[in-house]
């Protein structure tokens, strides 16, 4: 029901743009996250967003160079990377939710949803 798209290989500092479509599902009512995952490393959240789009969280060493953003008419939520770096590699995954509680947003626990991946890599 989740579908991500958008990944490929970019220079270090270059840009990309994620997208996450929705079929099934009424978008305006879902909590949007995204999340990536190295080879052997632990799933990881990056942004996500309120279902009004009015509130966003960043992990910390992506904020200020990425930005999460959503078009409800098109259930669609967007995932901007720019100045990325060679450690933004990963395998980028959407997730929704209906339980959207700002103290959890970051949870992967919290996300009934998810769509497949979509390869990022960052060369140096």
């Known amino acids: 029901q989740l579908q991500a798209s958008g990944g490929g290989l970019v220079q270090d500092g270059g840009s990309l743009s994620l997208a996450c479509a929705s079929s099934?599902?009424?978008?305006?009512?879902?909590?949007v996250g995204w999340f990536r995952q190295a080879p052997g490393k632990e799933r990881e959240f990056v942004a996500a967003?309120?279902?009004?789009?009015?509130?966003?969280r960043y992990l910390d060493s992506v904020a200020g160079r990425f930005t999460i953003s959503r078009d409800n008419t098109k259930n669609t939520v967007y995932l901007q990377m720019n100045n990325l770096k060679p450690e933004d590699t990963a395998v980028y995954l959407c997730?929704?939710?209906?339980?959207?509680?700002?103290?959890?947003?970051?949870?992967?626990?919290?996300?009934?949803?998810w769509g497949q991946g979509t390869l990022v890599t960052v060369s140096s």
């Open positions: 997730a929704a939710t209906a339980s959207c509680i700002s103290s959890t947003m970051k949870r992967t626990t919290a996300y009934h949803y």
């Open positions: 099934g599902l009424t978008f305006r009512n879902y909590c």
């Open positions: 967003i309120k279902s009004s789009g009015t509130a966003t």
